[in-house]
């Protein structure tokens, strides 16, 4: 009953689609308009505390070896740690500019954990390869928010970040378990499938 | 001038403002995006053609994710959004 691994990446797909969407709303509105009402100020910390929380079945589901559960392990904690402090600065309990570095270390994290679980070479198959592209993507995207501690205001700081997570949906959606990546597919890699 | 008969307008009328246009676009197009997938690939929508297909792969269809996360971004955070951009353009 469980699904194949291109699923799970579809609905993380979905969740960054989500998030990127908040995040770019948020840069075109400004954070004034942005927290007049309470709730939405929880969204974009709430979900990526959630995602964190869902990594957790795919740890304990998708054992393929020893460094995915150790990397999806990670991962869950570094994700939730993230939310869980923007959450916090997000209630106003904490108030240090620091904690915002959480997101960037989360999304850090993130990106060292998709590439270190990811054992085989760019042109491989097109998981391997979105593997590659979607952690270093996610290493260079930690630079947005790391920025955005420094400078809070900017507009396209934020809209940078909220492009780049919506092209990391993009690239979670074109995950497939097997399928050749610009005409390369490896034979060890097995009879690919649509 | 406002009378019973006549009253004037807002300065700010509604979805003049770029911001708020752009919020408004961006489920919308989303959707589209959507759409348009399904469109090129209609072999990613296992659900027209079910026959001998899985539970996992009839529940989970990826451009229907996207349109889905569309709506849901322009029914519940656009549109107050949206309100709440025009309220303040109006004060």
Known sequence: MQPPSEMVHWLFGMGLLWLGLLKLAEAIVGREVWERRPWRAYLWPGLAFGLGILMWPVMTFFTNSAIHMVAHGAWAQALMAMGAAELGLAKGKLKSRWWRLATPIGIAVSGAAFLVHEQNGWFFARSAFLHHLVGWTLLGAALFPLALVFRPRSIVLKAAFAVSVIALSVMLFSDRDLAPVFGHLSPLAGPPHR | ?91
């Open chain 2, 1 to 91: 001038m406002s009378t019973q008969l006549v009253r004037e307008l807002p300065a700010v009328r509604p979805y003049a403002g770029t911001r708020a246009r752009a919020i408004s676009l961006l489920g919308p197009l989303t959707v589209a995006a959507g759409v348009i997938w399904a469109i090129v690939q209609p072999y990613r929508l296992t659900l027209l053609h079910p026959h001998g297909q899985g539970f996992w792969w009839l529940a989970i269809e990826p451009p229907l994710l996207v349109v889905f996360a569309g709506i849901v971004f322009a029914v519940f955070v656009a549109r107050p959004l949206v309100a709440d951009l025009e309220a303040d353009a109006a004060a």
